[in-house]
């Protein structure tokens, strides 16, 4: 081989070494400008979620600024995060600054904020929660607010932020008070009519302590004047008179506490002992009837949780009635029997029974409707009033008719034996 041959030989070589390279350069220019545009597809793709996102959120907005109701995102530690413009006129605000970034509480009633904090812990532990509180606003005007809140999650479900609807439920509020003061005032009239009614018991029962002071003291004048007391021996009669001063100060005590004008008081109440203060009251009543009243008084129940004044004026409504509708039959046997019974575990029965005529099976569902009587100067309120009173207080009420007598049956809720000492003296005292 020549040497012009050797060289045409090695540039043969090298022209397919190049070659070569060539062929494997232009594949990966290839690659490269595939992988190119596949970045490129995945950013379209990208951006295509991206404007979906944003339109999505655009939406999500429009809904929320145009909301009525005032919606709003929290921080758990009640910074506001968002509030939408029915928000801010909800809270007299005028611009957003001046409620984001700030806490919730700045505009929720002192009294109010233990039990915000409460609910706003439930919700970022997970769980929805629907709570009431007064509010004041930003131009301090108060109102009471409802609000329903969830937690909000992020990806990977931790809560991260409460979103809350709120309304205002003032309005609502204002009505629920007017009839609950509306109900106290229309029990309080009937209570007074009832006093009426009662006066000459009241007096009757009255006077025995009066006559009894008057008679002590005008034993122990008698006694010094004639010279036969030593100072000992007054001790015992003026005891005698101080305890029965004592006795008229209950009774008018009790007088008080019926006709009081204010709200009801809850206190743990031995039901057996507001019976046997309701026979005190009637006692005349019952003579000049002639009826008979007999107690069946379960020993040693629960105390129940209620307004004894309000019980004993059911109560009273019960047994005026059973008094009424046997002097107008002129029923034989005259007799109201009063029984307490324990009602399952949480609940005590009262039960009034009489002997008179019965209700008629057409007009029983009736004799709790305001209005409905059917006696002469009858109003028809006693029974429509005992069962709101009894229905404020949980309990519910009814009116059964046997052959011989009418039986009107109320249940209050018992105070659990299981209470601890502790939580009964709040109970009791609260
Ligand atoms: P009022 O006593 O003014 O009529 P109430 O609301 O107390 O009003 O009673 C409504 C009606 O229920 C009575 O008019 C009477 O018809 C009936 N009623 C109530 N208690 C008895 C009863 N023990 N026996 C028979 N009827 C009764």
């Not at 030989?9 to 990966?28: D, H, K, P, S, Y």
């Not at 109900?183 to 009255?206: D, F």
């Not at 009790?254 to 206190?267: A, G, I, L, Q, Y």
Request: proline letters at 3%.
């Amino acid at each position: 081989m020549t040497g012009s041959d050797a060289m045409l030989l090695g540039l043969v070589a090298l022209g397919g070494a190049l070659t070569v390279a060539l062929i494997a350069l232009a594949a990966m220019l290839l690659r490269l400008r595939e992988a190119e545009q596949r970045v490129r597809d995945k950013e379209a793709a990208h951006l295509g979620v991206l404007d979906r996102l944003q339109e999505n959120e655009y939406r999500l907005r429009t809904i929320i600024e145009s909301e009525p109701e005032c919606v709003k995102l929290q921080a758990a530690d009640g910074t506001v995060l968002e509030i939408n413009p029915a928000g801010l006129r909800l809270l007299d605000a005028a611009r957003p600054e001046d409620i984001v970034g700030k806490k919730i509480y700045d505009v929720v009633a002192q009294e109010f904020r233990h039990i915000y904090r409460e609910n706003m812990r439930r919700v970022f532990e997970g769980e929805a929660a629907v709570y009431e509180f007064k509010s004041i606003t930003l131009k301090g005007r108060t109102a009471w607010m409802e609000t329903h809140a969830v937690p909000l999650r992020d990806a990977r479900g931790a809560v991260y932020a409460l979103l809350g609807i709120t309304r205002d439920i003032t309005e609502h509020k204002w009505a629920e008070e007017q009839g609950r003061r509306h109900q106290t005032e229309l029990a309080r009239v009937a209570r007074l009519s009832t006093m009426g009614e009662m006066a000459t018991g009241l007096a009757h029962e009255l006077n025995q302590p009066l006559s009894a002071i008057a008679n002590f003291a005008r034993g122990c004048i008698r006694r010094l004047r004639s010279g036969d007391m030593a100072p000992a021996d007054m001790i015992e009669p003026l005891e005698e008179v101080c305890e029965q001063a004592e006795r008229a100060g209950e009774i008018m005590r009790h007088v008080r506490d019926f006709v009081r004008k204010s709200e009801p008081r809850m206190t743990a109440v031995d039901i057996n002992q507001v019976v046997r203060s309701v026979v005190k009251f009637t006692e005349l009543e019952a003579r000049q009837h002639e009826t008979i009243v007999t107690l069946q008084l379960a020993p040693q129940q629960p105390r129940v949780w209620a307004d004894s004044i309000m019980v004993e004026q059911v109560i009273c409504n019960l047994v005026r009635n059973a008094m009424e509708a046997m002097a107008e039959t002129r029923s034989m046997r005259r007799e109201v029997m009063i029984r307490t019974v324990p009602h399952g575990e949480d609940a005590i029965e009262i039960e009034v029974v009489d002997t008179g005529p019965g209700i008629d099976g057409a007009v029983i569902d009736q004799v709790f409707d305001q209005f409905f009587t059917t006696k002469p100067e009858g109003v028809g309120m006693g029974l429509s009033i005992s069962r709101s009173i009894v229905e404020s207080h949980g309990g519910s009420i009814r009116a059964e008719s046997r052959a011989g007598g009418a039986t009107f049956r109320f249940t209050l809720q018992a105070i659990p034996l299981r209470l601890s000492n502790d939580e009964r003296r709040y109970s009791i005292h609260s």
